[in-house]
């Protein structure tokens, strides 16, 4: 079997960054931009820190912004209209996995009409051709959307997620800047920092995994458990090492898939709207005890990874422990919660059918019977 690697044509990474968007866009011919952000990055001014630069350049843009923190079918079909009534023929991305997630929907259905329906795009959809190009520039160190082939849409109906994996939705530019991600709350940056972890941890022990894509996923191990304490901080050390971390766990695991962790996060996010970060950081050390026995020698180089010491000495049990127990110091050191109040008794039949039905639960490394998974649910509640 072939094992295929899927990355941006080009992204750019360091301070002042941003200044590319506009030589992208005029490099590429395009006439008028889509700002694709959301309503608080608007707020902030943080999405004016590109808009001010297309002005400049004197570059035509309409800014959409009916995006929700977990964007919804409503929000992808609003912006569809809106694409079309705006005469763009790019899109700029700005803002966290929101802002990509629903760029790339609304430039896969612009491009393959035949997709309006936005729920056909679940899974590994049939799309013909690429989407809208997208320039996208995060302001968040977590999702990665800038390099994955992924994106995840909120069914609000049936209150549940759905994973979309399409290698036309890939953003063709990546502008990776850390100076906009400085303005983050500690909240939101020890949150989106841990899904990165969730990101390269699953990547690396996922089914699917080789040689590549665990060069990818240690190499952001390493620089996201050294990097992220600082980065809650807002120290420019740790924003840096943050911006690069996760863009290079998304090199890896947009390639080969996630686990139960993420599968679970999205069911939970889906039915307490539960911040996405958050759910990841809460699961991570239960699916790796649930996973430990499945993954060979891999917790002894994610325990090394995270800056343990002495694991080559260690027994199996213990640098398994040992990874898990790194995984918790870093969660609360940041401030993750260990548990949520809002999951009750009599949901956890439904989140556990939703978590098994999710797209990123086959790469988990091992079977999880639905008692397991409620039992996992269940480690969570208050």
């Known amino acids: 079997m072939a094992n295929r690697i899927s990355l941006n044509a080009t992204s750019y990474h360091g301070a002042g960054a941003i200044k590319e968007v506009v030589n992208e866009i005029n490099g590429n011919g395009f006439k008028k931009a889509f700002v694709a952000s959301d ?20 570059i035509p843009y309409e800014v959409y912004s009916d995006i929700k923190p977990n964007p919804t079918i409503e929000n992808v079909k609003n912006g569809v209209e809106a694409f079309k009534k705006s005469g763009a023929d790019c899109i700029v991305a700005v803002g966290g996995g929101s802002s990509m997630d629903t760029s790339k929907a609304i430039g896969i259905i612009i ?87 969730t990101h390269a941890i699953e990547g690396y022990t996922t089914r699917a ?18 990097n992220l304490r600082d980065a809650v901080e807002n120290k420019q050390k740790g924003r840096e090492g943050m911006a690069l971390g996760q863009y290079i766990a998304g ?40 996973n430990r026995d499945y993954t060979g020698e891999r917790f002894r180089e994610i325990a090394r990874a995270m800056g343990v010491k002495g694991v080559d000495d260690m027994s199996v049990e213990e640098y398994r422990d040992a990874a898990i127990n790194a995984v918790k110091k870093l969660s609360e050191d940041v401030g993750i919660p260990k548990t949520l109040d809002k999951i009750k008794e009599e949901d956890l039949d439904q989140l556990a059918t939703d978590a098994l039905n999710d797209a990123c639960y086959p790469g988990n490394p091992r079977e999880a019977t639905k008692e397991q998974v409620i039992s996992m649910f269940r480690m969570l509640m208050a």
Do not use: Q
């Open 39 to 58: 309503p608080d990055l608007i707020k902030f001014g943080v999405t004016g820190k590109v808009t001010e630069l297309l002005d400049a350049a004197k």
């Open 111 to 197: 491009t393959n009409p035949e997709f309006a329906d936005v729920r056909s795009l679940e899974g590994v959809a049939p799309t013909k051709n690429p989407c809208v190009p997208i320039i996208a520039v995060p302001t968040t160190a977590g999702t990665a959307a800038e390099v994955t082939i992924n994106y995840v849409i909120t069914d609000v109906e049936k209150e549940r997620k759905f994973v979309c994996v399409d290698t036309h939705d890939m953003p063709i530019v990546a502008v990776v800047d850390p100076e906009m991600m400085y303005s983050m709350p500690k909240g939101l940056t020890a949150a989106t920092g841990m899904d990165a972890l």
């Open 209 to 226: 995994a080789w040689e590549m894509t665990d060069m990818f996923h240690l190499e952001a191990i390493r620089l996201i458990s050294s």
């Open 251 to 290: 090199m890896g695991f947009s390639n080969v898939g996630l686990g139960i962790d993420h599968a679970m996060a999205h069911t939970l996010s889906a039915h307490y709207d539960t911040p996405h970060g958050v759910a990841c950081a809460m699961f991570l050390p239960i699916s790796m005890e649930f």
